[in-house]
T-cell receptor, first 111, second 114 residues
Framework: RKEVEQDPGPFNVPEGATVAFNCTYS??????FFWYRQDCRKEPKLLMS???SGNEDGRFTAQLNRASQYISLLIRDSKLSDSATYLCVVNKGGGADGLTFGKGTHLIIQP | DTGVSQNPRHKITKRGQNVTFRCDPI?????LYWYRQTLGQGPEFLTY????????KSRLLSDRFSAERPKGSFSTLEIQRTEQGDSAMYLC????????????FGPGTRLTVT
């Protein structure tokens, strides 16, 4: 099983729709979880951290299910500018501090 | 612009040559990370520094790779005897704390080995 698994997509979604991505991770010792966004030929940038209680930032909602080792990202009222690759990121845990990135989910918002 | 700079932005080299990349992190950040990213993949962790100490290295970091951060500020990543499989984007990131803090990435150095 890969350390962090995501559906690579692409997800083609009409503007204004709601879209959800999922991610599973294999290391139960992981303690920190994030969604990063990466635009084409650009560096990754933090979109939001993911907390156990779930958290929301504007149109974005992130959820963590530790029992199932599952993370989700929900985007409401999608905008054209949301088109990007969304990377699920998990720290290695167990005293190791590197981050493990998923392959990313490619989202295309269509007008 | 995140404040993390990398040089050069592009490097083309012939197989067998040595290359060195530089990363200048955000000045107050004590942690610096190196990643490698190939097309269609997420960044893969290579190594990280806390100030000048190299605290963790990935299995991906073969003997041909070496990284330094001599004064706890900028860092260099050297690849000796480059192979075509080393062609990738090499990303540097810095953070002010431990793994739960946001990592700020530089624009990367794209290496092409011919």
């Amino acid at each position: 099983r890969k350390e962090v698994e995501q559906d690579p997509g692409p997800f083609n979604v009409p503007e204004g729709a709601t879209v959800a991505f999922n991610c599973t991770y294999s290391n139960s010792a992981s303690q920190s979880f994030f969604w990063y966004r990466q635009d084409c030929r650009k560096e990754p940038k933090l979109l939001m951290s993911v907390y156990s209680s779930g958290n929301e930032d504007g149109r974005f909602t992130a959820q963590l299910n530790r029992a199932s080792q599952y993370i989700s990202l929900l985007i409401r009222d999608s905008k054209l500018s949301d088109s990007a690759t969304y990377l699920c990121v998990v720290n290695k845990g167990g005293g190791a501090d590197g981050l493990t990135f998923g392959k990313g989910t490619h989202l295309i918002i269509q007008p | 612009d995140t404040g993390v700079s990398q040089n050069p932005r592009h490097k083309i080299t012939k197989r067998g040559q040595n290359v060195t990349f530089r990363c200048d992190p955000i000045s107050e950040h004590n942690r610096l990370y190196w990643y490698r990213q190939t097309l269609g993949q997420g960044p893969e962790f290579l190594t990280y520094f806390q100030n000048e100490a190299q605290l963790e290295k990935s299995r991906l970091l073969s003997d041909r790779f070496s990284a330094e951060r001599p004064k706890g500020s900028f860092s260099t990543l050297e690849i000796q005897r480059t192979e075509q499989g080393d062609s990738a984007m090499y990303l540097c990131a810095s953070t002010r704390g431990t793994a739960e803090y946001e990592q700020y990435f530089g624009p990367g150095t794209r290496l092409t080995v011919t």
